[in-house]
């Protein structure tokens, strides 16, 4: 049997047994192509978002939505969990 002294034999017996593997070129032109187009597709959305015009209504519907359901809860679910 192999007597370990340490963390550090352990450490050598794993980088003797496992070899990191190298990506191939398909992997890598797939890898380029997808965070290419995420980066587009971020950019495209940044865009939107720069613009107060589209998104202040978007803001102003979820705070009145919000409001909205604050004083639905009010109404209805506390004074059932009231005795």
Do not use: C
């Amino acid at each position: 049997m192999v007597d370990f002294n340490g963390e550090e034999d352990i450490r050598e017996l794993l980088k003797s047994t496992y070899r990191p593997a190298l990506p191939s070129v398909e992997f890598k032109e797939r890898l380029l192509n997808n965070l290419m187009n995420e980066a587009a597709t971020l950019s495209y959305h940044q865009s939107i978002l720069t613009r107060p015009k589209l998104w202040a209504p978007i803001v102003g519907a979820s705070a009145l939505g919000a409001t909205g359901y604050g004083i639905w809860l009010s109404l209805n679910l506390i004074p059932a969990l009231l005795p």
